[in-house]
């Protein structure tokens, strides 16, 4: 199966030279990527948030195999859904989804199940800038609803033992955006609450403020999985690589949507 994109020409350029210079001016030069073990990156149109996520893949050496977690925005498929077969296009060209690596995580409660990506753009704005920075990239794609932090943990332990079986380096993305369409003093506010549970390696106090202060943050489930699977992998720091938000583009501070990225590692 080829999945063919669903947002290029409107969160990121459909032109292939476009899009390559698009990246090549989103992405910073670096000398010295860091090890990391998994990233949370924005997925908002690149117009937005594209700085923010090129800035912190930048900073992250990426390896051949990415996992990429991504909320489902639609509510169609499995709550937990795995496409373990086939390849993703881009306008970069066509990326293999690691069958091996996939197998290792399809066990329950995870599901295979191409219906939940079929429209989902979270996942899909990660591909071309991994496809920047490493040309041979792979990479397994989950996409998972609403779940319980019960759930979320069970995932994570999955996730882990499948990098360690798996044996070789993986790097697993969240991708996230933060406070939805709030004044940007309440969003900043909301959004430092989450991203200090994460720059402590708190997946448990991440999902209950997320929940308890009602932040809307999308992709919750995904960026607690990550972090669940990370402690798993021997993670012992996180560092916010940069946050901001809509306005600085827009200019409408009263209606902004927040965006971060964390390097854990």
Known sequence: MIRTPVVANQFYPGDPLILENTLKDLIPEQTEPKPAIAVLSPHAGYIYSGSVAGETFANSQIPQDVVILGPNHHGQGAPIALMNDGEWQTPLGNVKINNELAALIAKPPVEIDDLAHRFEHSLEVQVPFLQYLRKNVSIVPLVIS??????????G???ALAIKEYAKPVLIVASTDMTHYEPRESAARKDHLALDHIK?????????TVVEKRISMCGIMPSTIALAAAMELGATKSNLIRYTDSGEVSGDTDHVVGYAGVLIS
């Open 157 to 159: 332990k999955i996730l």
């Open 146 to 155: 609403h779940i319980p932090y019960s759930t979320c943990v069970a995932v």
């Open 200 to 208: 402590s390696l708190d997946p448990q106090g991440l999902y209950n």
